[in-house]
């Protein structure tokens, strides 16, 4: 995990979950990204709520996902030629699917010392817990 220099955070409404894990499903390095966004959850000040992920990650992803998500095509380039290498035989999300995900999604990186309380400062958003 050396090279897991960095952490990633980011929350989308929960409407877009679906959506949103398709897309992570190529950016994860390894396996799992399609369930990214299925266990954590929080809300804003005006009580909408969102899914988020929060993940250790590398410079080079760090320095990629502010011009990924502010960029869908390139970001849809990324994932089609994933979903192609590795998931060729799943529908990638489409142009459409990758422009909504962009434009909803809100984002933090930081340093790895950086803990998730303070990205969700810093996204306006509040952890919620799940009753036991």
Same mark, same amino acid.
């Given at each position: 995990?050396?090279?897991?220099?960095?952490?990633g955070t980011?929350?989308?409404?929960?409407?877009?979950?679906?959506?949103?894990?398709?897309?992570?499903?190529?950016?994860?390095?390894?396996?799992?990204?399609?369930?990214?966004?299925?266990?954590l959850r929080?809300?804003?000040?005006?009580?909408a709520e969102?899914?988020?992920?929060?993940?250790?990650?590398?410079?080079?992803?760090?320095?990629?996902?502010?011009?990924?998500?502010?960029?869908?095509? @390139?970001?849809?380039? %990324?994932?089609?030629? =994933?979903? +192609?290498?590795?998931?060729?035989?799943? $529908?990638?999300?489409? &142009?459409?699917?990758?422009?909504?995900?962009?434009?909803? @999604?809100?984002?933090? %990186?930081?340093?790895? =010392?950086? +803990?998730?309380?303070?990205?969700?400062? $810093?996204?306006?958003? &509040?952890?919620?817990?799940?009753?036991?």
């Amino acid at each position: 995990m050396s090279d897991y220099t960095h952490r990633g955070t980011c929350a989308v409404p929960v409407a877009l979950v679906s959506t949103t894990n398709a897309i992570w499903r190529a950016l994860d390095p390894d396996v799992g990204g399609d369930s990214s966004f299925d266990i954590l959850r929080a809300t804003d000040s005006a009580s909408a709520e969102y899914a988020l992920t929060s993940a250790l990650c590398t410079e080079a992803f760090a320095g990629q996902a502010p011009y990924l998500i502010a960029n869908p095509q @390139a970001l849809h380039t %990324v994932v089609a030629q =994933d979903y +192609a290498q590795r998931w060729e035989e799943i $529908e990638p999300p489409s &142009l459409a699917d990758v422009e909504m995900f962009c434009a909803a @999604a809100r984002i933090v %990186v930081t340093t790895r =010392d950086e +803990a998730l309380e303070a990205h969700l400062v $810093e996204l306006g958003l &509040l952890l919620q817990v799940a009753a036991a």
